[in-house]
């Protein structure tokens, strides 16, 4: 053998010396090295090497004390190939946020606590080359690939994953697409959504209890399925209520704190009211309610509303969707929907153990001081 050896299902990088022949070595030695200084045969270091309960404990010690005292370092990667699978990678594009934090750290945690190895993929940028990212993927051999939603243009599509299940499925690979709805998806990858239409819904309902008619939703994102099921929640409370809506005002969700607070301030004053009948020639207000696709959202939305001395929420009330880890700390603590994300994570990993096909993780609302009863008629 040349670049790689591979004894008993060990493999070793090589690192030659100039003249010199033999087995191929990592760090000072091989594994014929450690078979001969502990007196076994390199079957048997292999058995411990991959941790085999069928080697005696007095013969693990004379392996293990060859192993340190020659210094022998395996081919992880090379040992990959001959050895069952046993970690996790996620897939993500970032893990700053709340949301990504909290989900990344829980698959982290639950891999660990199953005695498995945990691996981090995250792709950044604006676009995703999927083929390259799946294609790596597949090079790691885990057992269990979580693929986090992304509904950004250019992120892997459910056609591309979908295409890469008979390979992972080939090398032992069971695949997980955590966070977002099966669609397209194949039966071969596991799903793990949340109740994004259901939670938005129930929002909208308590909203309207209190007497809100005029809503204003911020997040409208006509490309994210994901953002979408909240809005069709959302319109789908107002139409059971009988509350008319001119969705044409809603707004979209940049993502940019400023051209987002620009478009809330923008909106506010366009559809104030000159004069309001019965509170003595008074302001109206376009709005008495506000409720944002996440609470990022609806913060941009509390900050918005304050650079135009609108308090909040005696003139306006105010909602999000997440319940990100700073919602409840806030100056005005945000009500919001509530969505398990560690719970998520956790899941994740155990579908892809035991291989079920879809799980729906309940959302649903958390009322804290920045929503109240609608203000009078105007």
């Known amino acids: 053998m040349t670049a790689v050896e591979s004894v008993a299902g060990v493999e070793s990088a090589a690192v030659h010396t100039s003249g010199r022949k033999g087995p ?8 014929r090295d450690i078979a001969a200084a502990a007196g076994v045969s390199v079957a048997t270091v292999s058995r411990v090497m991959r ?29 990959a190939l001959t050895t069952p699978p046993n970690s996790v990678t996620l897939v993500m594009r970032s893990i700053t946020g709340g949301t990504y934090s909290e989900m990344a750290g829980a698959v982290a945690d639950e891999a660990v606590r199953r005695g498995m ?13 999927a083929n390259a990212v799946l294609t790596d993927l597949l090079a790691q051999r885990p057992r269990v690939a979580v693929i986090v939603a992304d ?35 194949p039966d071969g ?12 819904y129930e929002m909208a309902r308590y909203l309207l209890s209190l007497g809100h008619r005029d809503i204003l939703y911020v997040g409208v994102r006509r490309q994210s399925p994901v953002f979408m ?19 044409t005002s809603d707004l979209p969700f940049e993502g940019d704190r400023d051209k987002d607070v620009a478009a809330i301030v923008a909106r ?39 650079s135009q001395g609108i308090r909040v929420p005696e003139d306006v009330s105010v909602a999000g969707f997440d319940d990100m880890p700073f919602a409840g700390d806030l100056i005005v603590p945000l009500t919001t929907v ?10 994740a990993v155990r579908i892809g153990l035991d291989g079920t096909r879809d799980v729906m993780i309940p959302a649903e609302p958390v009322v804290r001081a920045s929503t109240g009863p609608a203000s009078s008629p105007m």
């Open 117 to 129: 190895t945990f691996r981090l993929i995250a792709t950044g940028g604006a676009h995703v080359d």
């Open 338 to 347: 509530h969505v398990p994300f560690a719970d998520m994570g956790a899941t």
């Open 51 to 79: 941790g085999n309960a069928k080697v005696s404990d007095e013969t693990r010690a004379k392996v293990e004390r060859a192993v340190k005292e020659l210094g022998y370092v395996p081919n992880a990667h090379a040992r």
């Open 151 to 185: 509904d950004d243009e250019g992120s892997i599509t459910d056609a591309e994953l979908g295409g890469y299940v008979d390979r992972f499925a080939s090398m032992g690979t069971s695949l997980v697409a955590l966070a977002r709805p099966r669609l397209e998806l």
């Open 229 to 247: 099921a909240r809005y069709q929640g959302f319109l789908r409370a107002l139409d059971e209520a009988g509350v008319a809506h001119d969705f």
């Open 189 to 200: 990858i596991g799903v793990v959504d949340y109740a994004n239409e259901q939670g938005s």
């Open 24 to 31: 191929a070595k990592t760090a000072r030695a091989n594994i």
């Open 268 to 306: 506010w004053r366009a559809g104030e009211r000159p004069v309001a009948e019965g509170r003595g020639g008074e302001p109206g207000l376009p709005f008495t309610a506000v409720m944002g696709v996440t609470d990022v959202a609806a913060l941009d939305a509390i900050n918005a509303l304050r």
